[in-house]
């Protein structure tokens, strides 16, 4: 069933665990997330960044093909169809598409107006029974367009978003999307213990997810974060799978030139991570 990610991650804070966000670029690959979660009773959030939501044709299409998919192949479990890293126009069209939670990217603006629209956006998604994600800090590297240099958020703007009724808060702590360097100098706990001693309650987010040691993983989760986002791995074994079984000539036996034949072991590759990082974050069993 498609719902609000509000109660999953609040149940996730409360019980020392994470929800895995698994970008979705595809048909293949939203199946493959969908039938991994409800194998593993498993709450999960299903994200779209806004390329990829162009790329499949509209946010329309996508949350049509998600509720369409919940039904067809009978997912029980909680699921959450979320914008990633929304601009303020992508976020209305989100809201108007039927996705059940937003995140607003507003780490590029002055404070003051990250926290006007912001607010603005929490009064909206309260309306509409969406949940919302804001951002303090960005997210370093590069993930569909959006580039950020990785600073570390300032634990006191994270409050003054926090306090405006959000859902759940992104936080800078050195994190990056895509692959990590050699030289990163790891996660700030510094940075995340302050902010979570001044939000509270309130569900952190770990952007970046691929590449962080486990161990930093299970201290961050310790330390407040209840919402883990997976994409860029998922890339890497979907086209690690595919590539090998071109290059093994797979699809020149019978009709291995089938999409369905040749985009299975990619989708297995999916499937495979998204049940280890499950298990990691320790939502198995969760819904």
């Known amino acids: 069933m498609l719902v609000s990610a509000k109660d999953m991650l609040q149940k996730a804070k409360a019980g020392h665990y994470a929800v895995g966000h698994f970008n979705i670029n595809n048909l293949e690959w939203t199946k493959a997330v969908l039938l991994t979660a409800e194998e593993l009773r498993s709450p999960v959030i299903l994200g779209v960044s806004e390329g990829a939501g162009k790329y499949m044709t509209g946010f329309k299409t996508v949350a049509a093909m998600v509720k369409a998919m919940i039904e067809e192949l009978h997912i029980t479990i909680p699921v959450a169809l979320h914008l990633d890293h929304g601009t303020y126009e992508g976020c209305y069209k989100c809201i108007e598409a039927g996705f059940s939670s937003i995140m607003f990217d507003g780490s590029s603006y002055p404070i003051d107006e990250n926290v006007a629209k912001t607010r603005e956006l929490v009064k909206i998604c309260a309306e509409k029974g969406m949940s919302l994600e804001a951002e303090v800090g960005a997210i370093g590297g590069e993930e569909d367009g959006v580039i950020g240099v990785g600073e570390c958020a300032d634990p006191e703007e994270c409050k003054m978003i926090a306090d405006l009724g959000v859902d759940m808060l992104a936080a800078g702590i050195g994190n990056i999307h895509g692959k990590y360097p050699d030289n990163w100098a790891g996660l700030s ?5 302050a902010v979570q001693e001044l939000t509270g309650e309130m569900p952190l987010v770990l952007h970046g997810g691929t590449g962080i040691p486990d161990d930093m993983i299970k201290k961050a989760i310790d330390l407040g974060v209840s919402k883990i986002n ?9 086209a690690e799978a595919t590539r090998k079984y071109i290059e093994e000539g797979k699809d020149r036996q019978g009709k291995g030139y089938d999409p369905r034949k040749l985009l299975a072991p990619g989708i297995e590759a999916i499937q495979e991570i998204v049940k280890e990082k499950m298990e ?7 819904a």
Do not use: D, H, Y
């Not at 706990?189 to 213990?193: D, G, H, V, Y």
């Not at 994409?231 to 979907?238: A, D, I, K, P």
């Open 280 to 286: 990691l974050f320790g939502s198995v069993g969760k």
């Open 230 to 238: 997976v994409n860029t791995e998922c890339q890497l074994v979907f």
């Open 189 to 193: 706990f510094e940075t995340l213990a």
